[in-house]
């Protein structure tokens, strides 16, 4: 039924969604909003396309991403999904940390019976961690159990033990997904596989004829097998498509996303208009990292760590003039000391904070220290990009926290002395010392809140806060004593003891993330029935703790950082919508081996269960360097198509442990 | 969101209803997104009428997609009730085009305003065009309440401006009713009529209040606060440092929960 396939090629910043934002609108004047799908990659792209819509008048606007959609339609058409009696109206969904949970508890339950991972030391959380990644990844790939299987079997190739493990993890998988199936809770990869039962229908086909004319996608360099797979069935049954497609965005690959199998899909069939304007980074950023491209692709020879050997391949010559500086020494310590003077001196000049990016491949307390106390000195502060999504950074969802485990003493949680001293410094309104004061007490009364009736402390705290003490002390006394549910008391404490202090809009999204996430939490472990009350509360608290559940700040678009330097991972600043580019870019220990992430673990490798998965060839020690150095360049191009005036490489001899750097990234650069 | 960031919100019925209740609940709802839960301060029966008015909305929504196999779902026997009076309330019928869960915008003259209808019914044949909403309330409906009611005021305008796209060729205002209906009163419809007359009227009143929303500074809605409803207001421990009385059940925006429901994408474990 396709007239129309026209895909946009270019880079980031060469205009490809502004494209076709100004495409869908004239489309939506012509047809309504309601005959257009759109197909985008990630939540903040659909609401930054919803919230800046040009339209007098609109319908509803199926603006989505692939889960987005898939949810929204399993959940519509929920009756017509499963073939069986006493449904419940609507399925469970279940996010990702609650699925881990789930396959937690499996997972020891067998091991208990000390019969499976007999060989792994891994703990019973990482297993369950890369079973559902497998589970995932497979369901991205569109392949069934069966085929799962297989792979991971061809990964172990004549590996025994590893067979063994693999036949053992995939009952468990086969297990988790029973029990899913039982009581209709739906999490990522039954989604997908659901989605896909109704996609094979006649029936609802015939409704995604009748309901659309038009389909738009964004970013189609980064959608997974299954999201490709969507993609044909509306061609199909569509009129006209739009696409825009960056031949450099390759940086989702091992989450899924496929480039290679999107262009063989697609551009056969597609009319397509390279845009060759960009209007991100630079000219000289462009065409340094065309150098570095062309250095390493025309390399031969792998060195052990996974960096290609430059020997002979031409050098960098003219283009190493976007290289600003090269800082090194022969301790980490001084390296991050004269980066940091670094950084001052171009504020000093007259660059904004956010304009400088400080990359590293592995941000350790001692780097942070080692900038912020400096920057701090010269009134400079710091973003970190990854610290920014953490909860438990947060004051209040800490403050939310920290009083439940003093009001569930039964889970045996203990909140630390600084958890403790920042609540009641925000709580009580305390200065930090009175607020040490007071947690120092606390612990000493076994994490209860003291009678303060000694003269002595009511005069260290001061008897301002004594009554609001007093209150607290009180409120918590009731909460224990009336066993409260804890989804409640999350709502109860914010409602009563934090909303009042005025929190800004991150805080308050933080503690609904807590609020919201406990509450499906909750649900779920309902539809389990499970019982084991205090170890959910243990679980939920140390997920937090361990920031696996992270606070999604919904910033929107043109809330972009400016009075900060930014600090940062290579994948977050690369991903991050925080950041669209920077002048200048300082990469930080050339010399790490983090630099080269692996994609394996000992359960899990994406590569395998991609559709590229060549089935005669054996996974060994030179696949695995050659993806490593592929997803390295891949981070090195992103990271330099970033910025706009020059990058600096800052490396030491030996790293904060006191062991010599070894990386060949270093050479890249040379 | 700042005050400034109303500029680009779409208002909803309840966004204005609330706003009319008190200008300070409007602000720590939409400016400070202090949005409780909703089974805060809800007894279990309120609770319980919430749940079942989801789920009626939800099969009412499948009954008119035409998606089958809903006997099943097991739906609790309240709600399959429900279903069943609509069923006898509302046949489907060839030839009339029925869209649920519909949901239009307005935007013009720097007037933001959405609304999410329950059900469209477009008869183009015979020129009729009726907006269907359920209540599932225990109260009997009044014809007196929701004549006034801002729902009716701003479903009405929003259609007649922003549905010309589902509306016979010839429609006029006049052609337009809106029905309330209410399971457990299946035999009482709450009719409303309207006129280009009503239209022009509804649009004065919608765009005066918006503007003067707009054009509030941030403290001006404390100032405003009418101070006589609070004691049953979920804001009470922020505005009075006291517990609320049982607070009523409203319905509630289904917008607001956009930024909540929202799948968040896949994320690998490294």
Redesign the interface.
């Known amino acids: 039924m396709g007239q129309i396939l026209k895909i946009y090629k270019g880079p980031a910043g060469s205009g490809k969604t502004t494209i076709l934002k100004d495409k869908y609108q004239e489309l939506a004047r012509e047809v309504g909003t309601d005959r257009i799908m759109v197909l985008l990659q990630n939540a903040p792209s659909v609401r930054d396309w919803k919230n800046n819509l040009q339209l007098k008048k609109s319908g509803p606007l199926n603006i989505f991403t692939f889960f987005g959609l898939a949810q929204d339609q399993v959940r519509t058409y929920w009756p017509e999904v499963y073939d069986i009696e006493g449904l419940p109206v609507d399925p469970y969904f279940m996010n990702v940390e609650t699925a881990h949970y789930i396959m937690t508890r499996i997972v020891e339950q067998r091991r208990d019976k000390k019969d499976y991972f007999v060989n792994l030391n891994s703990t019973s959380n990482s297993i369950a961690v890369q079973l559902i990644d497998n589970l995932n990844q497979a369901a991205l790939n569109l392949l069934n159990m069966a085929e799962l299987e297989a792979r991971l079997l061809d990964w172990a190739a004549d590996d025994t033990d590893k067979g063994k493990i693999f036949k053992e993890a995939i009952l468990l998988m086969n297990q988790y997904r029973e029990s899913c199936h039982d009581h209709f809770v739906i999490d990522y990869s039954l989604l997908i596989k659901l989605f896909f039962r109704l996609l094979k229908t006649d029936r609802y086909l015939k409704r995604l004829e009748e309901s659309y004319d038009y389909l738009i996608v964004d970013e189609l360099e980064l959608t997974p097998p299954a999201a490709q797979k969507l993609i044909e069935y509306m061609l199909s049954v569509t009129q006209d498509s739009f696409m825009a497609y960056n031949p450099e965005g390759k940086i989702n690959r091992f989450f899924g996303g496929n480039p290679k199998l999107a262009e063989k899909k697609f551009f056969h069939q597609a009319e397509i208009e390279e845009l060759t304007e960009f209007y991100g980074a630079s000219q000289e950023a462009v065409d340094f990292a065309e150098r570095i491209k062309g250095r390493v692709k025309a390399s031969s020879g792998i060195h052990r760590s996974g960096a290609r050997n430059l020997e002979g391949s031409q050098k960098l010559a003219d283009s190493s003039e976007y290289i600003e500086g090269r800082i090194s020494s022969e301790f980490r310590g001084d390296m991050l000391g004269k980066v940091a003077d670094e950084v001052i001196r171009l504020v000093e000049t007259g660059v904004e904070p956010g304009d400088i990016g400080v990359i590293a491949p592995h941000l350790d307390k001692v780097l942070e220290f080692t900038f912020t106390e400096k920057l701090a000195r010269e009134g400079l502060d710091i973003f970190n990009l990854l610290r920014s999504k953490r909860l438990i950074d947060i004051p209040y969802s800490q403050a939310l926290l920290t009083l439940a485990q003093l009001v569930y003493p039964a889970w045996k949680l203990r909140p630390d002395f600084t958890s403790l001293q920042q609540t009641f410094v925000l709580l009580l309104d305390l200065d930090p010392v009175r607020g040490a004061i007071l947690a120092e007490r606390v612990i000493a009364n076994e994490y209860r809140l003291p009678e303060i009736d000694q003269q002595e402390l009511r005069e260290r705290l001061g008897f301002k806060r004594f009554e609001e003490y007093n209150k607290l002390q009180a409120w918590i006394a009731e909460k224990i004593e009336a066993e409260i549910e804890v989804r409640d008391f999350f709502q109860q404490v914010f409602v009563e003891f934090l909303a009042p202090l005025s929190p800004d809009e991150e805080e308050i999204i933080a503690c609904r993330q807590i609020i919201k996430s406990f509450h499906k939490f909750a649900e779920i472990i309902e539809a389990y029935n499970i019982t084991d009350g205090n170890r959910i509360g243990k679980y939920f608290i140390s997920m937090i703790n361990k920031g696996t559940l992270a606070a999604e700040i919904l910033n929107e678009p043109g809330q972009k950082i400016r009075d900060k330097v930014i600090v940062s991972t290579p994948y977050k600043f690369i991903t991050s919508t925080l950041v669209d580019s920077v002048e200048y870019l300082f990469l930080l220990d050339t010399g790490s081996q983090f630099w080269f992430s692996g994609i394996t673990k000992e359960l899990l490798n994406p590569y395998v269960l991609s559709p590229q998965w060549n089935q005669q060839a054996n996974w060994d020690d030179r696949i695995d360097r050659s993806l490593k150095q592929d997803q390295l360049l891949d981070n090195i191009l992103s990271l330099i198509r970033k910025s706009s005036k020059g990058i600096y490489l800052a490396t030491s001899l030996f790293d904060s442990r006191g062991i010599e750097q070894e990386g060949e990234l270093v050479d890249w650069f040379i | 969101?700042a005050v400034k960031?109303l500029e680009?919100f779409y208002f909803s019925q309840t966004a204005i209803k609330t706003y009319l209740t008190c200008p300070l609940d409007f602000r720590s709802r939409y400016i400070?997104?202090?949005?409780?839960?909703s089974?805060?301060n809800k007894t279990e029966k309120q609770q319980a009428q919430i749940e079942r008015g989801q789920?009626f909305h939800?099969?009412a929504?499948?009954y008119f997609?035409g998606?089958?196999?809903?006997e099943?779902?097991?739906?609790g026997s309240e709600?399959r009730d429900y279903l069943e009076r609509l069923k006898d309330y509302l046949p489907v019928e060839a030839g009339i085009r029925y869209l649920p869960e519909?949901?239009?915008?307005?935007?013009?003259d720097g007037v933001r305003l959405m609304a999410k209808f329950d059900l469209l019914y477009i008869d183009s044949e015979n020129g009729e065009v009726i907006i269907y909403d359920w209540k599932t309330g225990d109260n009997q409906p009044e014809t007196s309440y929701y004549q006034k009611d801002i729902q009716t005021i701003l479903y009405q305008f929003i259609l007649v401006?922003?549905g010309?796209?589902?509306l016979p060729a010839d429609f006029k205002p006049g052609d337009l009713k809106m029905i309330y209906w209410n399971p457990n009163y299946p035999e009482i419809e709450v009719e409303i009529e309207y006129s280009k007359k009503q239209h022009q009227e509804n649009k004065n009143y919608l765009y005066n209040i918006i503007e003067e929303i707009l054009e509030l500074e941030y403290a001006e809605y404390a100032e405003l606060t009418p101070g006589d409803k609070c004691y049953r207001c979920?804001y009470r421990?922020?505005c009075e440092?006291e517990?609320p009385e049982e607070s009523p059940v409203v319905e509630d925006d289904l917008d607001l929960d956009?930024?909540?429901e929202?799948?968040?994408?896949?994320?690998?474990?490294?």
């Open positions: 969101m960031e680009k400070d997104k202090l949005i409780w839960p089974g805060y789920v939800t099969l929504n499948r997609l998606i089958g196999s809903q099943k779902v097991e739906a709600a519909y949901e239009l915008r307005y935007n013009q401006e922003v010309e796209r589902y979920n421990p922020i440092g517990q956009l930024d909540w929202m799948l968040e994408e896949i994320k690998f474990y490294n």
